[in-house]
């Protein structure tokens, strides 16, 4: 879709006058360190910002470098990740680490060949850490522009072509942050503010929503991942368990098998039948 100057000019002034009055002050958004602002990142994949802010504070306190991170062992970053899942994310955040102590790649192509480091996350960090002028696309963004000039959610590559069309060349973290905050606040998935809206008045979809197809997800109370969860925060409390023990308390007869998935994935270690953290 071809968005016309006049057009994309009247969208980023709109938005930037509403970002400037309701901008969220996340603590992120008041540092250019790459290593902060990956951090950051990683930690909202797939979790909510009301529980990465405590956890982004108390992580960087800890390991408030690279250097800090690389120096660790990986059985404390996992204790320190305690409560916002995914455990792969702090495993990838370590590995990166380890490959780079000293500063993280200072190119986009040269972020996106880290492990765990993608597309959206590699652009983010360019983006926010070095203010380059780049397009990408979290959900919220592929919402907020997907609605309003498609008028229906974007796909991920629909909403980079967008956002390359408007992306301006400078300001361009304040650009999708004001993406972000507007999906976020406003323009949300199932109930839409539209009546709040600053760009409502040329939305394709204003005053209907259209969603995305879901996404079928198993129940969480009966999934891998929960008991996957439930092992490794056995093993932060623990120092060593054995498989025995570990069954026992699990109490689910795929822990077995997930106990080799995660020694796969370098999430623990084993020792005959002596299970903990890698260290």
């Keep these: 879709m071809y968005i016309r100057r006049a057009a994309a000019a009247t969208l980023r002034r709109r938005l930037s006058r509403w970002y400037a009055r309701s901008a969220r002050d996340l603590p992120w958004r008041r540092t250019r360190d790459a290593y902060a602002v990956l951090v950051s990142e990683v930690m909202l994949q797939q979790t909510q910002v009301s ?55 200072a190119t986009r192509e040269g972020l996106d060949l880290l492990p765990g480091v993608g597309s959206y ?42 956002d390359e069309q408007l992306v301006p060349a400078r300001g361009t973290d304040r650009w999708h942050h004001a993406l972000m905050d507007l999906g976020a606040t406003v323009c949300l998935a199932r109930t839409p503010r539209c009546e709040a809206c600053p760009i ?45 023990e570990l069954r026992d308390a699990i109490g689910d007869a795929r822990t077995d098998g997930l106990v080799d998935a995660l020694q796969d994935e370098g999430l623990l270690e084993r020792s005959g039948r002596v299970i903990q953290l890698p260290t």
């Design 51 to 105: 529980r990465v802010l405590p956890a982004y504070t108390a992580f960087l306190r800890r390991f408030p470098t690279l250097a800090a991170l690389s120096r660790a062992a990986l059985a404390d970053v996992l204790r320190a990740w305690s409560g916002l899942g995914y455990n792969r994310r702090a495993r990838d955040l370590h590995r990166i680490a380890r490959l780079h102590p000293r500063a993280l790649p």
């Design 121 to 162: 996350t590699a652009g983010a960090v360019s983006c926010f850490s070095r203010g380059e002028s780049i397009a990408f696309a979290d959900t919220n963004i592929r919402r907020v522009l997907g609605r309003a000039l498609l008028g229906r959610v974007a796909s991920e590559r629909e909403a980079v072509a967008l």
């Design 200 to 244: 409502a008045l040329d939305c394709r979809s204003r005053g209907r929503v259209v969603r995305a197809a879901p996404r079928r997800q198993a129940a969480f109370a009966t999934s891998d991942r929960r008991v996957r969860g439930r092992i490794i925060a056995l093993l932060r409390e623990r120092d060593r368990v054995t498989l025995r």
